[in-house]
């Protein structure tokens, strides 16, 4: 370890500016000492705690800018709705609004919340393509517009004060739960997936995961911990919904419907056979 640390000490002693500068302001001026001049990770475990915090932060954020965009994908190729609950989706967007206005206004870290606002922005294009797929595109302007002036609200302080904003977070966690349950039924109504990407589902999932560490790390506010934990839970749901429909036909009740529908006229026409088989004839008998 000595031999490494006396290697890589004259690099981390002259990094550019812009990455010093970034260090200093993720992991603050004591933990850049420890462990990026001093590559001493044993001298302060909480600094290495924090360490990982901020990189699975930024890294939760990263992945937030695409994690919905295979399912967005998806819907406009298939041009259909099946298997996604627009009620799941706004309800998540409406708890992500609320997260988003609480964590800005209580000057959170950026890393322990940034997804939100990208996540938010990609559920609302899904919700309003689910709508227009639907026929519903007077509800799809409806959604948007609702959207637009609750986010103004709740990022003013005139309107929403901080007692309110807390209020609000309190039933975003609950609002953020129940926003997986339409999903879940749906896709046990339905008796598969349908156009619901896996590659959302999991990384959901291991997001939900990496954010109860992050919270734990840096956010002292048990309001978003109870939030990300229940949100982890019923993402597991979804993602074991997931893996055990994997191969299943999806609109399984859609098909049965239709075969009763075609059996029916076969059947009227079996019963018109037999009657007229039954009717005397009227031929003269040489």
Same mark, same amino acid.
């Given at each position: 370890m000595d031999a490494l640390r006396s290697t890589l000490k004259p690099l981390t002693h002259t990094l550019p500016s812009p990455i010093r500068d970034l260090g200093l302001t993720l992991i603050g001026p004591e933990c850049y000492n420890t462990l990026i001049l001093?590559?001493? %990770? !044993?001298?302060?475990?909480?600094?290495? +705690?924090?360490?990982?915090? +901020?990189?699975?932060?930024?890294?939760?954020?990263?992945?937030?800018?695409?994690?919905?965009?295979?399912?967005?994908?998806?819907?406009?190729?298939?041009?259909?709705?099946?298997?996604?609950?627009?009620?799941?989706?706004a309800l998540e967007t409406t708890s992500f609004l609320i997260s988003l206005a609480y964590n800005v206004r209580q000057g959170f870290p950026f890393s322990t919340?940034?997804?939100?606002?990208?996540?938010?922005?990609?559920?609302?294009?899904?919700?309003?393509?689910?709508?227009?797929?639907?026929?519903?595109?007077?509800? !799809?302007?409806?959604?948007?517009?609702?959207? !637009?002036?609750s986010c103004y609200a709740l990022f003013s302080k005139g309107i929403v004060d901080m007692t309110m904003l807390s209020v609000l977070q309190a039933g975003a966690g609950v609002l953020g739960v129940a926003s997986k349950a339409p999903q879940i039924w749906t896709v046990y109504k339905e008796g598969g997936t349908g156009q619901l990407s896996a590659f959302a589902v999991f990384n959901y999932l291991l997001g939900s995961l990496?954010?109860?560490?992050?919270?734990?790390?840096?956010?002292?506010d048990a309001l978003i911990l109870y939030g990300f934990v229940a949100g982890f839970t019923l993402n597991a749901v979804l993602a074991a919904q997931m893996v055990y429909y994997w191969n299943s036909? %999806?609109? +399984?009740?859609?098909?049965? +419907?239709?075969?009763?529908?075609?059996?029916?006229?076969?059947?009227a026409s079996t019963s018109g056979m037999q009657t007229r088989s039954k009717t005397p004839s009227t031929r003269r008998r040489g």
């Open positions: 001093d590559i001493d %990770p !044993a001298a302060s475990p909480e600094c290495v +705690k924090l360490a990982i915090s +901020k990189g699975l932060g930024i890294g939760i954020v990263g992945a937030a800018s695409v994690v919905k965009i295979p399912q967005l994908v998806k819907l406009l190729r298939s041009r259909s709705a099946s298997g996604i609950s627009f009620l799941s989706y919340y940034g997804e939100t606002a990208l996540i938010a922005i990609q559920n609302v294009a899904i919700a309003t393509a689910v709508l227009h797929f639907s026929g519903q595109d007077a509800g !799809a302007a409806t959604f948007v517009a609702i959207l !637009a002036v990496s954010r109860i560490f992050t919270t734990l790390q840096e956010v002292d036909p %999806p609109e +399984k009740k859609t098909t049965r +419907k239709r075969a009763k529908k075609q059996t029916k006229p076969v059947a």
